[in-house]
């Protein structure tokens, strides 16, 4: 009897110990399926952080080819403005990431310093993140800015070109109307019969002629530009100048036995006048 009792406590041992082994080697399976996925974690953060940083580099050198170029898109910084969001909701999961895998690895019994300055270099690198996605949110908010000012700037250059171009018009307008009038001249080309009715000429009895005296009727004249009033056909084979006129800057001549006024030097013609009265018969 005493042999079979001290048998079967032998028998009981064994066994807890057995059971004890079991236990200690599933959790050790446990603890290592654990620190095998949050290596895995790390290994993923590791490569999300380093495209990230990779995608940042792409985004200066885009900010940087687009500040000297001149035909900077619209379109292309609206791209950037959804790109650095996208970043900075990256960045902000990764931060919950990596503290949860902190906090596992503490409370963890695999837990080592190597682990603990893996996940020191991640935080450091998503810390360099950061910094660098609110540089870059910094140098196109400048730029934006700085375009905002150009713009303005543009359009007050445009509103000053409008207004001087309008003024330059204006005074075009107001300088050919001055040069029209005082190139405007009148001519009359009548008997003396008619010149006497219109009141162009007032004549009498041993009497000296008198022109464009009192109310004449300046109806009858005839409204030209001195600039391209070159010759003047007569209808008459007689014709007489009643206006004064400089010698040497006009002459009459025949065609087809009709007279005919040709105005050789304009400026000297029209410079006592600007009326040109011509009787014929």
């Not at 057995?18 to 895995?40: C, F, I, N, P």
Request: a negative charge; aromatic letters at 4%; hydrophobic letters at 35%.
């Amino acid at each position: 009897m005493l042999s079979a009792s001290c048998s079967g406590g032998s028998d009981a041992g064994q066994a807890a110990d057995a059971s004890e082994q079991m236990s200690l080697m599933d959790l050790s399976k446990h603890e290592l399926a654990t620190a095998v996925a949050e290596r895995d974690t790390l290994l993923r953060l590791v490569m999300e952080i380093a495209s990230g940083m990779e995608q940042i580099k792409q985004m200066e050198n885009v900010m940087v080819m687009s500040g000297a170029r001149s035909d900077d898109k619209v379109s292309q910084r609206s791209q950037l403005i959804a790109d650095i969001a996208a970043i900075r909701r990256t960045i902000r999961r990764q931060r919950g990431q990596l503290a949860e895998l902190e906090k596992r690895s503490q409370e963890s019994a695999l837990a080592s310093a190597e682990l603990s300055g893996t996940i020191e270099s991640l935080r450091r690198l998503i810390d360099t993140q950061t910094r660098e996605i609110e540089s870059l949110q910094s140098q196109l908010s400048e730029a934006n800015e700085r375009i905002g000012t150009l713009n303005s700037t543009v359009d007050s250059l445009n509103c000053t070109v409008e207004a001087v171009t309008d003024t330059l018009d204006a005074t075009r307008a107001t300088s050919n109307e001055l040069a029209n009038e005082l190139n405007t001249c009148y001519y009359v080309v009548a008997t003396k019969q008619v010149l006497r009715e219109h009141r162009i000429i007032e004549t009498g009895f041993l009497r000296k002629t008198k022109l464009l005296k009192g109310d004449f009727d300046r109806d009858i004249f005839t409204v030209s530009d001195k600039r391209h009033l070159g010759r003047i056909s007569l209808g008459s084979g007689k014709a007489k100048i009643h206006t004064n006129h400089p010698a040497g800057s006009y002459e009459l001549t025949n065609h087809n036995g009709m007279k005919m006024l040709h105005i050789t030097d304009p400026a000297e013609f029209w410079s006592l006048t600007n009326y040109l009265v011509l009787e014929t018969d």
